[in-house]
């Protein structure tokens, strides 16, 4: 089950990479010739997506790997250091294109080509199936390298309907009105920021191992009744390490049993929670004695 899901992300991003190779391409080429810097400016996010892609490729298998000696809780932690990097691409792609469209507004604009429109249409439409087919996988590998590409791939789509509308302006509105292809990559670099937030958000908050899994908690409450000699639960803490958690569970047990019998109720709680989460890549269980009052 582990190894289908990191063979599920990993195919996810390489996807997601020739899709960056040809956008990068295709909107770079569109836009200089077809007198858009709303489309250049998309380009330019396509390719930071293309080294973000790179970069989550690498991220990935490394935070996949199994524990080892020097790393005992597996590599996992290097997924949203990752996510990191890829935030600080696009900062830097959009503090680059709102810089640039300012400095537009008060230089002279070709009007954009009416058929740049067309090939802008099928980028939108390319990045939004892309998008939600990231999320899909997502949901059963819960990785933050992924939602990040998502994320990206997302942004990517609303940076190139802002080009879509800007250019709509320019080109029907007629002469005077080509600052709108300026404006739309001015939104589009805004649209970048914001989206950089939206990735940073969890990554940041799996790093500091902040609690986000209420629901989760309460399914490994109820799994671990299901075991025969688990009374009840005490403490639970969840933590995520790449795609996969780590379970910190207090277990109250019959206190006129042996510790031996104490420990083999603690195994069998541990082998049920992993078989039934398979998202679960270890259970730490510390055994507590039922007082009766």
Same mark, same amino acid.
């Given at each position: 089950?582990?190894? %289908?899901?990191?063979?599920?992300?990993?195919?996810?991003?390489?996807?997601?990479?020739?899709?960056?190779?040809?956008?990068? #391409?295709?909107?770079? =080429?569109?836009?200089?010739?077809?007198?858009?810097?709303? #489309?250049?400016?998309?380009? +330019?996010?396509?390719?930071?997506?293309?080294?973000?892609? @790179?970069?989550?490729?690498?991220?990935? %298998?490394?935070?996949?790997?199994p524990p080892d000696e020097d790393h005992p809780?597996?590599?996992?932690?290097?997924? !949203?250091? @990752?996510?990191?990097?890829?935030?600080?691409?696009?900062?830097?792609?959009?503090?680059? +294109?709102?810089?640039?469209?300012?400095?537009?507004?008060?230089?002279?604009?070709?009007? !954009?080509?009416?058929?740049?429109?067309?090939?802008? &249409?099928?980028?939108?439409?390319?990045?939004?199936?892309?998008?939600?087919?990231?999320?899909?996988?997502?949901?059963?590998?819960?990785?933050?390298?992924?939602?990040?590409? &998502?994320?990206?791939?997302?942004?990517?789509?609303?940076? %190139?309907?802002?080009?879509? #509308?800007?250019?709509?302006? &320019?080109?029907?509105?007629? !002469?005077?009105?080509?600052?709108?292809?300026?404006?739309?990559?001015? @939104?589009?670099?805004?649209?970048?920021?914001?989206?950089?937030?939206? =990735?940073?958000?969890?990554?940041?908050?799996?790093?500091?191992?902040?609690?986000?899994?209420?629901?989760? =908690?309460?399914?490994?409450?109820?799994?671990?009744?299901?075991?025969?000699?688990? #009374?009840?639960?005490?403490?639970?803490?969840?933590?995520?390490?790449?795609?996969?958690?780590?379970?910190?569970?207090?277990?109250?047990?019959?206190?006129? +049993?042996?510790?031996?019998?104490?420990?083999?109720?603690?195994?069998?709680?541990?082998?049920?929670?992993?078989?039934?989460?398979?998202?679960?890549?270890?259970?730490?269980?510390?055994?507590?004695?039922?007082?009766?009052?």
């Amino acid at each position: 089950m582990q190894s %289908s899901k990191i063979k599920k992300v990993k195919k996810n991003l390489f996807v997601g990479l020739a899709i960056n190779l040809f956008l990068v #391409l295709a909107k770079g =080429i569109t836009g200089i010739i077809g007198n858009s810097f709303a #489309l250049i400016a998309d380009a +330019i996010e396509s390719l930071a997506d293309i080294f973000a892609s @790179i970069l989550s490729i690498f991220g990935f %298998s490394y935070a996949s790997r199994p524990p080892d000696e020097d790393h005992p809780y597996g590599h996992g932690k290097a997924e !949203p250091l @990752i996510t990191f990097i890829i935030v600080l691409f696009l900062i830097l792609s959009a503090v680059f +294109i709102i810089f640039q469209s300012f400095k537009n507004f008060y230089e002279p604009q070709k009007t !954009p080509k009416v058929w740049t429109l067309y090939i802008l &249409a099928l980028i939108i439409l390319a990045k939004e199936i892309y998008y939600r087919y990231s999320i899909r996988n997502n949901l059963s590998a819960g990785s933050s390298v992924l939602n990040a590409e &998502a994320e990206h791939h997302r942004s990517d789509a609303m940076t %190139s309907l802002a080009a879509f #509308l800007g250019i709509s302006v &320019a080109v029907f509105m007629g !002469p005077g009105y080509e600052i709108a292809d300026d404006i739309a990559a001015l @939104i589009a670099g805004i649209i970048i920021l914001f989206n950089a937030y939206k =990735i940073l958000r969890p990554a940041l908050g799996e790093v500091m191992d902040e609690h986000l899994y209420d629901d989760f =908690i309460a399914e490994i409450r109820n799994s671990t009744l299901e075991v025969n000699g688990a #009374l009840a639960t005490d403490k639970c803490w969840v933590r995520k390490q790449g795609i996969y958690f780590l379970v910190d569970l207090h277990l109250i047990v019959d206190g006129e +049993i042996s510790v031996d019998q104490g420990h083999e109720i603690a195994h069998a709680v541990k082998k049920h929670l992993i078989q039934k989460h398979p998202s679960i890549y270890n259970v730490l269980i510390h055994v507590e004695p039922f007082k009766k009052d």
